[in-house]
């Protein structure tokens, strides 16, 4: 199981959100190029960067930072935030990004997925992020009428090879991933799926890899020091 440590910004900087309520975004380090290269240095070899601003109204002010640490980092870097065209895709991928995360377009234009795995294959994930069940879309801002899983399947079913699953109610909390989520839509699709939100320590490394998930995301869990990266790093291998 691969383990991504996570760098969030927003205007520029490094920060956690609680649930995803931007009123919660606080600042986590000074710099995400020294974050990311001791990650690095931990035995990270994925890094996986939210742009916050971006994900909100589809803006890329944020894009430097990303191809930054692609370019001058041996991390391999995953997007997601605001990444609702072709174009936009196209930019990241060709300036060095490994793989760009499909959020919201996924719900609302499945035909733009389509269009991107068909050209870019496996360099395109899908985030599935959830509230009660439900998926939500716009930065977390709005619920629709679609099932977790039944997206999943959807995604599964046109060629995506991965998906970043989401509990909107754990993520920044430390209360814990939930397991029963993750087993439900790892049997759901044959898609590999990313653990996200809710990681607190080594005991939830250990359940998303008895699960048989192909990875699982560690943000606020390395900045407060219940997880230590390199631990999580040898627990998944």
Not at 4 to 15: F, Q, S, T, Y
Not at 162 to 187: H, R
């Amino acid at each position: 199981m691969i383990i991504l440590p996570a760098i969030d910004i927003k205007d520029g900087n490094c920060v956690r959100l609680v649930k995803g309520d931007y009123g919660t975004a606080h600042k986590v380090a000074e710099s995400y190029m020294d974050t990311a290269r001791m990650f690095h240095e931990c035995g990270a070899e994925w890094i996986h960067m939210v742009d916050l601003d971006g994900a909100k109204d589809a803006s890329q002010q944020n894009k430097e930072i990303f191809l930054d640490v692609a370019k001058n980092t041996k991390l391999r870097v995953e997007v997601g935030g605001g990444i609702r065209t072709p174009e936009t895709a196209e930019m990241y991928l060709s300036g060095g990004i490994s793989r760009v995360i499909i959020g919201s377009a996924a719900v609302k234009d499945p035909e733009l997925v389509k269009i991107l795995v068909k050209e870019y294959g496996e360099r395109i994930a899908v985030g599935i992020d959830a509230k009660n069940g439900m998926v939500a879309t716009e930065g977390w801002l709005e619920t629709s009428n679609v099932r977790f899983t039944e997206l999943a399947k959807a995604m599964s079913d046109i060629g995506v090879k991965y998906i970043i699953f989401t509990d909107i109610s754990k993520d920044g909390t430390l209360q814990g991933v939930n397991a029963e989520q993750l087993d439900e839509i790892n049997k759901a699709c044959s898609a590999n799926i990313i653990a996200s939100g809710g990681v607190k320590n080594i005991d939830d490394i250990k359940k998303c890899r008895d699960l048989g998930l192909y990875g699982a995301i560690c943000g606020k869990s390395i900045y407060s020091g219940t997880l230590d990266l390199r631990d999580a790093i040898k627990c998944a291998n």
